[in-house]
């Protein structure tokens, strides 16, 4: 058996089996300390033994560097307790098996690959829109990483203050897709949960607005085949044709036709293994890597 | 010998050779109707007969797609009588030796990757500032394609009407890259050439700051090992340490230990080919695909 880790700002998900349909997977655990935590998810795994293989999806910054001193560490996170945290060795450390590492949105993105909506694509973007905005993907079939790793949610997007005079939930940046388009900045903009706003306030037409900027500065930068677009604030259904609505217009004819027949119900999808392409795609390193 | 071609909106360059060391050059040939255009290129190559394969490194947006019925095209460019218009193909059937097709961009990329400021690099971006803005580079050693292939010039940028009511040169967005910084919007919105403006002119810092932003987009986006920023506009040589500083401040601490030392100077750098970046590009792209 493999087995696969979903590591989260918010919780962590802990999975044995093979596939889709093969797969215990923990109950979340709360991202609460380093320690207690990584004590939890090691007690998973010994619950479950024998394993080959642990994949593990964090949340970053992490070092994927393999000749660096602090690789499969959690890096300059604002996460308070976890900036400069080792990962991926304590985990090797505690259950004695290979551990592949990668961020958190690069892995939902290869378990979406692998069994989920991104089948059979050689260059593809996958979003997640929750408590942070991350994307991760493949460039030419490889996952994308470059110097460090993507860390898209840090797009610089265009704002108009008298439209909308929020001033963002980034530490880091004014004006990111992050700090405008994310679950808490829909609630600190409109003082309530987003999953509580009906699909007609104007917060989900911003809401597209933005990320469809978003979109569309992605398809110029590394014209992928599809977007695949999960996280809670994603599971308002409704944003979908609202967001392929504004990224049509906004491209406005310009390299229309390459848009697979001008199919946007196909472009811009949600993850067909749901809130699973995490704790999947985990599963997914491990094998790719024992293959 | 080797042939390439560098296919740009205003001239076309042809060359035969090896490498920067053994080279001919041919006079630029302007970019007229395709048939005088193509003509030219054709004679220039019978000329220096016998050649093995040609690289073409053409402006766009053009066809990759191996598969495509209009393959080696030019397809959707606003440039007048070039819509549509097939390219590699007549230039096969005029010189009946293998062809190779890619971007402007990607070719620079490439020459760049082989012999000039690129060179050992895995993910790096190569932009031109010029009559236009383009960019294409290499994610994981491997030319950056996509669905069809980057339109780094279309980015969608902030900006502060106030500050710069200029209102764009782009003729399919406002407020893109392209639009904003290309040589053409300088001298609109100075109502000089951007050769004769002073460095120390307010168009050069409305200038970086707009490339600025655009680098900061690539880097969350590609997290490329190093910028190389080529075309007309990048002569000015006093804009790299104005665009250096820019992206320093604008990460604002974020992920900046991942420029390796902090070393702005060699992050963001010229092409040390020069302008021949392209046409050398060309020659290495027939000599990779002749391999």
Request: aromatic share 8%; charged share 15%; net charge negative.
């Amino acid at each position: 058996m493999l087995g696969g880790i979903e590591a989260g700002g918010t919780k962590f998900v802990c999975a044995v089996g093979t596939g889709p349909h093969d797969l215990i997977v923990s109950a979340p655990i709360s991202t609460t300390t380093p320690a207690e935590t990584f004590a939890q998810v090691i007690t998973f795994f010994k619950e479950h033994a024998p394993i080959e293989a642990i994949g593990i999806g964090s949340f970053g910054p992490i070092d994927l560097r393999p000749d660096s001193p602090t690789f499969g560490y959690i890096t300059s996170t604002p996460k308070p307790g976890w900036g400069n945290t080792r990962f991926a060795g304590i985990i090797q450390d505690a259950v004695n098996v290979p551990i592949y590492f990668d961020t958190d949105v690069n892995v939902a993105a290869l378990g979406e690959h692998r069994w989920g909506a991104a089948q059979g694509l050689n260059t593809f973007v996958y979003l997640t829109i929750g408590t942070g905005i991350g994307g991760g993907g493949m460039v030419d079939s490889k996952l994308l990483h470059g110097l460090i790793h993507p860390e898209i949610g840090h797009l610089i997007l265009p704002r108009d203050k008298a439209m909308d005079p929020y001033e963002g939930h980034c530490p880091f940046h004014e004006d990111c897709l992050e700090g405008l388009a994310c679950g808490p900045a829909i609630e600190a903009r409109w003082h309530k949960k987003a999953s509580e706003l009906p699909p007609d306030h104007p917060a989900w037409s911003l809401e597209a607005h933005y990320l469809s900027v978003g979109l569309v500065d992605l398809i110029y930068t590394l014209s992928p085949e599809r977007f695949v677009m999960g996280g809670g604030v994603m599971h308002q259904a409704h944003l979908f044709p609202m967001i392929r609505e504004n990224v049509k217009r906004r491209m406005n004819g310009y390299q229309m036709a390459t848009i697979p027949g001008g199919d946007f119900d196909r472009y811009i999808v949600p993850p067909s293994l749901g809130d699973r392409s995490g704790v999947l795609g985990a599963l997914a390193l491990a094998q790719r890597a024992s293959d």
